[in-house]
């Protein structure tokens, strides 16, 4: 069992940063694909990026890469989404999620175990 929480959402002007952070707890986090999600009003919950337990395996949706980066501190149950040229498309809820199937070697865009409760991100234009 895992329990994660987001933070570090707010308000942004178009072209600038944030950093999601998400806290988790419970045993063997380092074991666990971490992944983060959004969901804008009206539409469905999208994969945005996830990073293999190994940590050699990252996965971006084609609507972020090259502006968000993945990123995890095992030492710390932590896993980062740095945003960067932030677009006011990027608006949504995000949120933190975690998979517990060892056995794949990819980063999966959906049928993940655990979720965390959201942290709102609004660019504004």
């Known amino acids: 069992q895992v329990r994660l929480v987001e933070s570090g959402g707010g308000l942004v002007q178009a072209g600038g940063s944030l950093r999601l952070s998400c806290a988790a707890s419970g045993r063997a986090f380092s074991s666990y694909i971490m992944g983060w999600f959004r969901q804008a009003p009206g539409q469905d919950r999208d994969f945005v990026a996830g990073?293999?337990?190994?940590?050699?395996?990252?996965r971006y949706a084609d609507a972020v890469k090259g502006r968000f980066t993945i990123s995890r501190d095992n030492a710390k149950n932590m896993v980062y989404l740095q945003m960067d040229s932030l677009k006011p498309e990027d608006t949504a809820v995000y949120y933190c999620?975690?998979?517990?199937?060892?056995?794949?070697?990819?980063?999966?865009?959906?049928?993940?175990?655990?979720w965390g409760q959201g942290t709102q991100v609004t660019v504004s234009s």
């Open positions: 990073l293999h337990w190994s940590g050699g395996t990252t």
């Open positions: 999620a975690a998979d517990a199937r060892r056995y794949i070697t990819y980063v999966p865009t959906v049928g993940y175990d655990y």
